[in-house]
């Protein structure tokens, strides 16, 4: 699976990208929000909201903080406006990177971005400068259970799934962008455990970075935009060659 090997690689160096509690509970408030300000309160009426809370509940956030979250969507209650965007830019090496925020204030976001890439060996692009690199696609994410990794790739692909990869944090589900919800409802009836879901970017190549210093360079900026208060998802192009993990310290 095309970018799989490059995460667990990461994690291996930067340790887990949600390290602070607060900030991981923060962007699951957000995406609820957003969510119920889209598509309405309801769950069962709202697919977005439905994965959004059910990723919330797979990660403790409280509900009282859920049910908060949802009112200032619909406007029950005061909130923040959110808006979405979606940031493209480039790493050392002319590594392709997508950034996903949810903000009160995008000219912020904007401007913050662009001082991280520039502190990190990078540049900002325009919209569509590195978007084609990448197709958008359905990300569900099981933890080892019972079965075995052949009954659950079979499980998977009678359920309508396009591939998968595992590692010893579990097992990766890559459905097309529309059938989301669908196989992560079938694997569920399958009695397979969903750990969470959610749309990705997935690059279509990936481009292998054999040089420590530019992998240095690279994950220094993949972390700065990772840690950033507004930023929901990173996406990139990268993987690092096994000689070079072992060089490397941030």
């Given amino acids: 699976m095309a970018g799989h090997n490059k995460w ?5 160096i ?6 602070k509690r607060s900030k991981l509970f923060s962007k699951l408030a957000k995406e609820i929000s957003v969510a119920a300000r889209d598509g309405g ?7 977005r909201l439905r994965q959004a809370v059910s990723n919330a509940k797979k990660q403790s956030l409280p509900g009282d903080t859920i049910e908060r979250a949802i009112k200032k969507g619909t406007g029950e209650i005061e909130g923040v406006a959110y808006e979405e965007a979606c940031y493209e830019g480039f790493g050392a090496g002319g590594v392709a990177i997508i950034v996903e925020v949810i903000t009160d204030n995008t000219n912020r976001v904007f401007a913050d971005l662009r001082t991280i890439f520039n502190k990190n060996n990078g540049s900002l692009g325009n919209p569509g400068s590195v978007s084609y690199l990448f197709d958008r696609k359905g990300e569900i994410k099981l933890p080892h259970g019972s079965d075995d990794e052949e009954s659950v790739l079979e499980k998977a692909m009678d359920a309508g799934a396009q591939d998968m990869a595992s590692d010893s944090e579990g097992h990766v589900v890559i459905t097309g962008h529309d059938q989301l919800g669908e196989v992560a409802s079938s694997l569920a009836q399958a009695g397979v455990e969903v750990e969470s879901q ?19 360079q690279v994950l220094r900026l993949f972390s700065a935009l990772e840690d950033y208060d507004d930023t929901q998802n990173v996406y990139a192009n990268f993987d690092i060659a096994d000689e070079i993990v072992e060089e490397i310290e941030l």
């Fill in 8 to 12: 667990s690689k990461v994690k291996h």
């Fill in 14 to 19: 930067k340790g887990a990208a949600d390290a």
């Fill in 41 to 47: 309160g309801d769950p069962d009426l709202n697919a």
């Fill in 198 to 216: 959610q749309l990705i970017y997935m690059p279509q190549n990936v481009q292998e970075i054999t040089d420590a210093s530019v992998a240095r």
